[in-house]
């Protein structure tokens, strides 16, 4: 049983003021080989917070994994206050094989809490739960957009709590959006054992994006401070506030054919605004995608060949867009590489 100054994992104890690398053992493949879950920890040698950061839930999400890599080679953590528990790759399989899902084609992210004898999923989503996330206090979760889309920056929370919501705005990210809680979802699960969670949304799937993983670094660092895990004075912010999103959705393709995109993420779009055209190879029939409200584009397909109802632009309203847009202008050359 470990001390208030421990932390344990799969009966392996971090003593205070130590660092850990641990594998944390899942499953074997049919060549009888282990697979395991590698977890850095790092436990202060003060007590405070625990805090779980976790990447490639789905497997092919990986800009995550480089701001984790990133993170844990911040001096600052040397003198941690708690513990940060540092998970880079959730889904090795999905990793290994580039693929969002697990070889059963089950979503990870929608298989939690779990079972101790259900699926792959189900065991791996169990696992996680009892050996990180019941023995943390909070939990940041990064994901991107999945494969051929790409996310702005973007923190999705439950911002009607309190405590989560004062993580949210800490981050940093230029827009937050008041997502509800999927069933089965990493979010739902931590909610439900009362521990305050952000999932962070930027880039696409299986792309490096430096803006993304920067800003990503840096607002994992931002919530530490707001927990008082790290020392020091905390910076005064360089950016304006993040912007709370009222709803946000999806416009769809109104015809088969290959899309011409004239938006980019971050765009302010007005009310009936054409977005793109859907046209057959030839160009001979062409269909215009209509904005159906003003609003900011989080979200876009990066694949030009389309399908009639598939997800092209997604528009988030906020209520006063001419400010978000010039915040996410602003937020977009902050973190451009020089």
């Not at 999905?94 to 809490?113: A, C, E, K, M, T």
């Not at 990493?186 to 952000?198: D, F």
Request: proline residues 5%.
């Amino acid at each position: 049983m470990a001390s208030i100054n421990e932390f344990e994992i799969s009966d392996i104890c971090v003593k205070a003021g130590e660092c850990r690398t641990i594998e944390l053992p899942i499953t074997k493949l049919y060549t009888h080989s282990e697979v395991s879950i590698p977890i850095h920890i790092i436990n202060g040698k003060k007590p405070g917070p625990k805090l779980f950061v976790s990447a490639a839930i789905h497997g092919d999400e990986i800009n995550g994994v480089e701001i984790i890599r990133r993170l844990l080679k911040h001096k600052s953590l040397q003198r941690l206050v708690g513990t940060l528990i540092a998970i880079p790759i959730v889904n090795i399989h999905g990793f290994i094989h580039q693929s969002r899902y697990l070889p059963d084609r089950r979503d990870l992210n929608r298989s939690f809490p779990g079972s101790e004898s259900g699926s792959l999923a189900a065991r791996l989503a169990y696992l996680f739960m009892n050996e990180i996330v019941a023995k943390c206090t909070h939990g940041i979760d990064l994901h991107t957009g999945a494969l051929h889309r790409t996310n702005l920056p973007q923190i999705r929370a439950n911002l009607d709590n309190e405590d989560t919501a004062g993580l949210a705005m800490a981050f940093g990210a230029p827009v937050l959006i008041n997502a509800n809680l999927r069933d089965g979802s990493l979010r739902e699960a931590a909610a439900s054992l009362g521990v305050p969670m952000l999932l962070y949304e930027a880039g696409e799937a299986l792309r490096f994006d430096e803006i993304a993983i920067r800003a990503g670094e840096r607002g994992v660092l931002n919530v530490m401070r707001a927990l008082g895990m790290l020392s020091g004075k905390r910076k005064k912010p360089t950016l304006k506030e993040p912007y709370i999103a009222r709803t946000s959705s999806w416009v769809r393709a109104p015809s088969s054919g290959v899309i011409t995109s004239s938006v980019s993420l971050g765009n302010l779009v007005e009310a009936k605004s054409v977005l793109g055209i859907v046209s057959d190879p030839f160009g001979a029939n062409e269909v215009t995608v209509i904005a159906p409200f003003q609003g900011i584009v989080i979200g876009k397909t990066n694949l030009p060949l389309v399908n009639e109802g598939d997800a092209l632009i997604h528009i988030a309203r906020f209520g006063n867009e001419e400010m978000v847009a010039e915040h996410v202008e602003e937020f977009q050359a902050y973190y451009e590489p020089s």
